[in-house]
């Protein structure tokens, strides 16, 4: 257990011979971790002004305030790149971020963000966040603002219209653009379409990060099609939540990889993150076939209606899930369910038995498009194996990404993930399964995404970055959460400093809110105020 001494606190005689403290803080005794995936060492780390000021031998006297991290990992607060938390101001000390250590958000991602980027990240001031924050701006947003939900092409003029956008959320500080192709109405984009608009961020230094038109049977198209838009385009790939979720697939995740690392080959930036679960989470749409869903859900359910269409719908959905290799929708348990909260926990084939007295496919099938009419469900989709993911996770380039929200305590049954992850892979990939040494785990959470992202002092414990700082207990870091009671924080995670202010102290949420928006830095802009200066 770490523990915190206030200087001059901690004693209440004057002593005679201490000097000043220069410091506002110094983590003493810690091993430290600093993320380049180097072994750890032991120095001191002591802050100033919401920077790290020191990485050495500081006397404790120096410094206002000591955390004695004895036993401890010191390492860069995480950077959770992957993320989806565009109603954070309501929650905005994001607990379940912080208990995991993560310090950085970058969200926007799956092609859904603000498309106000100054509105979205200058807000911070007025309604300030524990965590620092980055978005993406998403092509699903702007197109649906251009040009609704339908399913056709953008006219000239509607294509201007989403450049537009994309270049003032750039020049407003997005990081790049996000494309989510499974949604509507991102599905509806052909691969044009997304080089245009990719062109507008590459010229802003921004990346491509995107949730690919397919992650199972069609999973190697997708991943050229995205490996296409980067090198028409040119700029950085990153492929978000990288998995193989069709059955048929597994065991496959080589070749998928190798993919990405010829691109690289080739002399393309390309990058991949990973939760560490072999469940995905996303909505019951999904299911259903991409022309059911065009124009929202009113017009989705007026084509149920007709018995010829949802006959189609039914046999398209019969014939998708045999590609996939899944016999029936077992491996689909609802999350949240707002009609009938009673379902949130089970499986389709679960809920069907209940309600219809019966389980065959057919069965299943008309329960799913009752619930899509009913408003959809949030969902997690039990489709990928265990061996895929340390496949992946093993790859220099996957950064550990949670793909999760902001999370209320004990509301619905969401994802493990977003209560576990990074402890998850600390406690369960790192310490019990040894697939992968702490150093490089850690350089996955910190110096990776944030040179993937550009976000250029973050992610090392380096003299002049920011003071972003997570200590941990390496032999009992893990996750608690469960598919079954998701709603448990990590254990072995102490103290979480953002910008040099403690967030986390000893277990506890304090409640300091001393995050700042991330905004791109341009590459140019960058070069110029260098020169200014020197
Ligand atoms: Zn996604």
């Known amino acids: 257990m770490a523990l915190l001494v206030v200087n001059g606190f901690s004693n209440s005689l004057p002593t005679p011979h201490t000097t000043e403290p220069v410091y506002d803080l110094v983590i003493i005794n810690g091993r430290v971790v600093d993320g380049t995936g180097n072994p750890w060492f032991r120095a001191s780390v002591a802050v100033k002004d919401g920077r790290i000021a020191r990485v050495g031998h500081v006397e404790p006297s120096q410094a206002k305030q000591v955390i004695d991290a004895r036993g401890q990992i010191v390492a860069p607060g995480f950077i959770d790149v992957h993320t989806h938390v565009e109603s954070i101001y309501k929650q905005p000390d994001a607990e379940n971020f912080v208990r995991m250590g993560v310090t950085s958000l970058v969200t926007g991602n799956c092609g859904s963000s603000a498309t106000d980027i100054k509105e979205f990240l200058g807000r911070i001031r007025e309604q300030p966040l524990a965590v620092n924050l980055a978005t993406l701006i998403a092509h699903g947003s702007v197109r649906s603002k251009v040009m609704g939900q339908g399913d056709r092409t953008p006219t000239p003029a509607e294509l201007q219209q989403m450049e537009a956008l994309v270049e003032q959320g750039m020049k407003d500080g997005a990081v790049g653009l996000s494309t989510g192709l499974i949604y509507v109405p991102g599905m509806y984009a052909k691969t044009d379409e997304i080089v245009a608009l990719a062109r507008v961020a590459a010229r802003y230094d921004g990346l491509y990060a995107t949730h690919m038109r397919n992650e199972g049977t069609e999973v190697v198209e997708a991943i050229r099609e995205s490996l296409q838009i980067g090198e ?24 998928t990889l190798s993919l990405v690392r010829e691109a690289r080959k080739r002399g393309l930036v390309v990058t991949v993150d990973q939760y560490a679960y072999t469940a995905s ?47 029936d929708y077992d491996y689909a348990v609802v999350a949240s369910y707002a009609p009938n909260p009673s379902f949130n926990g089970k499986s389709i084939k679960a809920i069907t038995k209940e309600v219809k007295g019966k389980s065959d496919l057919d ?16 969902m ?19 950064m550990i990404a949670s793909d999760s929200g902001v999370r209320r305590f004990n509301e619905g049954m969401p994802h493990p993930r977003g209560y576990g992850n990074n402890a998850r892979v600390l406690g369960r990939y790192v310490r019990e399964l040894r697939l992968l040494p702490l150093e490089d785990a850690v350089r996955k959470m910190t110096s990776l995404p944030a040179q993937t992202f550009n976000l250029r002092d973050r992610g090392l414990l380096l003299e002049g970055f920011a003071a972003d700082i997570v200590i941990f207990d390496e032999t009992s870091v893990n996750d608690r959460a ?53």
């Open 232 to 255: 028409q385009a040119r700029l950085p790939v990153e492929i978000s939540h990288f998995k193989i979720s069709a059955r048929k697939l597994w065991g496959k995740s080589d070749v």
């Open 380 to 398: 997690v989709y039990h489709g990928m194996s265990e061996d895929d993911i340390k496949e992946i996770m093993r790859e220099p380039f996957t």
């Open 281 to 327: 989470s996303t909505s019951l749409d999904i299911r259903l076939p991409d022309w059911v869903l065009a124009g929202g859900r009113e017009e989705g359910k007026k084509r149920l209606a007709v018995k010829e269409t949802r006959e189609r719908a039914v046999r398209e959905m019969k014939e998708g899930l045999k590609r996939t290799g899944f016999k």
């Open 482 to 534: 469960t598919f079954e009671q998701p709603h448990q924080y990590p254990v072995g995670i102490s103290f979480v400093l953002v910008n040099g202010v403690t967030v986390l102290e000893d277990g506890r949420m304090t409640s300091a809110r001393p995050g700042v928006a991330l905004r791109r830095q341009s590459m140019n802009l960058a070069l110029v105020s260098h020169r200014a200066q020197g």
């Open 363 to 378: 069965s299943q099938i008309a329960q799913i498009l009752e619930m899509y009419e009913a408003g959809g469900a949030g």
